[in-house]
C-alpha cells in the first residue's frame, strides 16, 4: 500500500476548505498541504450552491465567532475577488418587517449591525419606495445595507484552486476515507481502485455536512449531529414588470437558524427567491428519494418532533413559517409578504437547490447558532461552518489556524 506524507492535510475541498489551504499557503509558504474530495470536483454541495450573498454581518450574536470574522472576511474576500478580475455584484440589501409589532425587532437587528462593524442605514417609507417601490414594509421603514454583494460561489472556488494548484498543493479526489487511526496521525483512504496510507502533521477536517461524522472517527464531537434542510428556489420570469436590483429580506426569527424566503438578484440578470428551509430526508438529498438516509430521515423527525413538543425557541413558529415551504401556494405566500404584487404566474422552479447543514447539540437538545471548532491528537475540526461561512472564510481560516496551534 502506498505512502504520502504531508504536513498539511484537509478533508474538504469546499470553501472553507479550499481558503484554509490558500491562507495556510500565504502564511507557511513551505508546508505541503494535500486536500482530499470525496468528489470529482469541487464545488458540487453547499459552497458551490449556496445564493453567492457576501453577508454584512447584520444578524449574529456580538462577540460570537461569527461576529468577529464577517465584515472583516467579507472585505477581504470582496477585495480578492477584484484582485483577480471575478465579477462582483455590489447591489446592497434591505430588510423589512412583515409586521407593525416587528419594529423593535428591526431596531434591534439595526443596533446588533452597528456593533458588528457591519454598515447600515434606517431608512423611511419614501427612501424605500424609492430603492424599491415594490416591497412592502409594515412599520414603513427598513435597514439598508450597502456593503452587502453577489457573487459567483463556483468561479471562485475555481480561481482558488487554480492558484493552489500554482502553489503545489495537492487536490485528490474521488477519496473515501476507509479508517482514521488519529494515535497515529494517519488515514487509509481509497482513490481509485487503489489504497493508500496518509501520514499528517495537522489534520483539518472541513467536510461539511461529514463533519460530524469524520469528527467521530478521532472520538470528537460525539454529541453532535447534523440535521439537513433542504434549500429550494424559485426564480422570477424574466418578462415581468419588477425591476428588482437588490436583496431583500424579511425580519428574520433569531431563534431559528433560517432567514426566511428572501429576494436574491445574481450576476447573470436572475432574481431568485428563496431557500427554503425544509427537513432533507439525507445530507445529500437534493431531488425526490436521491440520497435518501432512512437512520438520519428518522433522527431528524424525532428531534423536530421532540423540539415541536417542547416548542423550544419557538419552533412551531419555524414549522408554521418554513417546513412546508416545498409546496408553491405556501412558497409564494410567503414571498408575498415582502412583495405583495407576486404572482403565481411569475415564479418557475429554479434548478438550484442545496442542503443546510445544522449541527445540533443532542447534551442541550438545540442547534448550534455559531461556528464550532475542536481540537483533538494533531487535528482540528470544523464542526459547524453555518453561514456566513462562504462570505467570511479568509478570517474564519485564520481562526482555524490559531485554534489548531500549527
Given at each position: 500500500?502506498e ?6 492535510v484537509?478533508?474538504?475541498a ?11 499557503k ?40 461569527r ?12 477585495e ?17 418587517a412583515?409586521k ?12 446588533r ?16 419606495y424609492?430603492?424599491?417601490p ?49 494515535e ?7 482513490s481509485g481502485n ?16 461529514f ?38 429580506y424579511?425580519v ?24 427554503t ?17 432512512p ?46 404584487d ?13 442542503i443546510?447543514?445544522?449541527?445540533f ?13 475542536e ?32
Amino acid at each position: 500500500m502506498e505512502s504520502i506524507k504531508k504536513d498539511i492535510v484537509i478533508i474538504g475541498a469546499g470553501m472553507v476548505g479550499i481558503s484554509l489551504a490558500y491562507q495556510i499557503k500565504e502564511k507557511y509558504k513551505n508546508l505541503s498541504i494535500l486536500i482530499l474530495e470525496k468528489e470529482k470536483e469541487i464545488g458540487m454541495h453547499n459552497s458551490g450552491r449556496n445564493s453567492g450573498v457576501l453577508h454584512a454581518g447584520i444578524y449574529y450574536e456580538p462577540n460570537s465567532l461569527r461576529a468577529r470574522v464577517c465584515v472583516d472576511g467579507a472585505q477581504r474576500l470582496k477585495e480578492w475577488i477584484k484582485s483577480q478580475g471575478l465579477e462582483i455584484l455590489n447591489c446592497g440589501k434591505l430588510i423589512v418587517a412583515q409586521k407593525e409589532e416587528q419594529s423593535s425587532n428591526l431596531e434591534f437587528l439595526f443596533e446588533r449591525g452597528k456593533k458588528n462593524g457591519a454598515e447600515v442605514e434606517m431608512i423611511d417609507k419614501k427612501e424605500l419606495y424609492k430603492r424599491a417601490p415594490y416591497a412592502f414594509s409594515a412599520t414603513g421603514t427598513a435597514i439598508w445595507s450597502p456593503k452587502t454583494s453577489v457573487v459567483n460561489p463556483k468561479k471562485i472556488l475555481l480561481r482558488m484552486q487554480e492558484i493552489l494548484h500554482y502553489k503545489k498543493v495537492n487536490l485528490l479526489y474521488k477519496v473515501k476515507i476507509i479508517k482514521a487511526i488519529p494515535e497515529e496521525s494517519s488515514l487509509i483512504i481509497k482513490s481509485g481502485n487503489s489504497k493508500k496510507k496518509i501520514v499528517y502533521e495537522h489534520l483539518f477536517n472541513c467536510a461539511g455536512v461529514f463533519a460530524d461524522s469524520v469528527a467521530k472517527e478521532f472520538n470528537i464531537g460525539k454529541n453532535y449531529k447534523i440535521l439537513p434542510f433542504k434549500g429550494i428556489y424559485w426564480k422570477l420570469k424574466s418578462n415581468t414588470s419588477f425591476n428588482i436590483k437588490m436583496n431583500i429580506y424579511p425580519v428574520p426569527d433569531l431563534n431559528v437558524p433560517f432567514l426566511g424566503v428572501h429576494v436574491t438578484p445574481n450576476l447573470k440578470g436572475e432574481i431568485n427567491f428563496g431557500p427554503t428551509a425544509i427537513p432533507a430526508f439525507g445530507r445529500e438529498n437534493y431531488s425526490s428519494l436521491n440520497g435518501f438516509e432512512p437512520l438520519l430521515t428518522s433522527q431528524l423527525i424525532g428531534e423536530l418532533t421532540n423540539q415541536w413538543l417542547k416548542n423550544s425557541n419557538g419552533f412551531r413558529r419555524y414549522a408554521k413559517e418554513q417546513a412546508f415551504l416545498g409546496f408553491k401556494k405556501l412558497f409564494l405566500k410567503s414571498a408575498q409578504e415582502i412583495i405583495p404584487d407576486l404572482k403565481n404566474e411569475h415564479l418557475i422552479k429554479s434548478d438550484k437547490v442545496g442542503i443546510r447543514a445544522q449541527l445540533f447539540d443532542k447534551n442541550k437538545s438545540e442547534f448550534v447558532n455559531d461556528f464550532l471548532l475542536e481540537n483533538s491528537f494533531n487535528s482540528t475540526h470544523v464542526l459547524n461552518a453555518i453561514s456566513p461561512a462562504f462570505t467570511a472564510s479568509f478570517a474564519l481560516a485564520d481562526l482555524i489556524i490559531e485554534k489548531s496551534q500549527i
